[in-house]
């Protein structure tokens, strides 16, 4: 059944993908993904000249930042959407569906719910959604179950496929599903201590076209790194990729600046700063300053 909504984010709840996810950045409640996508925006416009950085910098800065917004909603949308399903909201904690879905409505509207898939990854049952803004009114407007189930199900292959792996390095880890525009589903790695994050780390897989393989999109593996986080004042993040930076360097960045941090990102070829304005292409508050790294 189709019904229509900008796709946002799902997210497996149950006992068997609960190991994998452990927190950083920190959140007050943590939800294991496995769903539907986040609708992503990239802004593929030429780059003004004053800051010395090329076109294909700012292409691919905004596509890798286009991710991480997507990746830090998914982050505060479940972890409200599992402490309502605690409450009961919708229905006996025991009895209710097991995955949580996220996205936004076309004009921006947040909405999150809960909801079963059957056992081909072909029909989403159950789903019950909410408003998220205001006293959370139920929403019964039309969603796109399809693409529902589809993310659900690419997120689970791409689960069953790193956990091993990680599991045996005892790197926890969440699997986030994101359209940028095609259906990626992305390893984002994290802390294994309190007060602590994890830069690089992160790895990206797609459905391979006409095949049911994973293609792995992008891949920081061995990048990853756990550093002490102090308790306030500017964050200072050091990227380990030469030129635009981890997808998972841009999510602790965009979490701790919507915190309030004052957040700057380096990497070998710029030191990009994340400041307050206004981006019209994508909405967001919060936008980013470069400078070229001169030598």
Known sequence: MVRRLFIGVSVLLGAGLASACASTPPAAEVAVPDGSPAQVVVDTAPPSPADGMSADFHTRFARNDARARAIVYWMQCTATVARLRAEGRFGPTARAPRAIHCSRTADGVPIGGVFDVDSSFARVQR???VRLDGARPAYTEAVDTTAIATAFRLARDVQRQVNPIWSARKRPFSVVPVAAPALEAWVIPRATRARSYVVGGDMGFARAAASDSLQLVDDHSATWTQLNLAASGPLRLFSSVR?????????????????????????????????????????ARLVWRHTAVTR
């Open 127 to 129: 789903l019950s959604l």
């Open 243 to 283: 030129d635009v930076a981890a997808v998972t360097d841009l999510v602790t960045a965009r979490w701790y600046a919507e915190l309030g941090r004052s957040v700057t990102l380096s990497t070998p070829a710029a030191i990009s700063t994340l400041e307050a304005g206004f981006d019209p292409a994508t909405g």
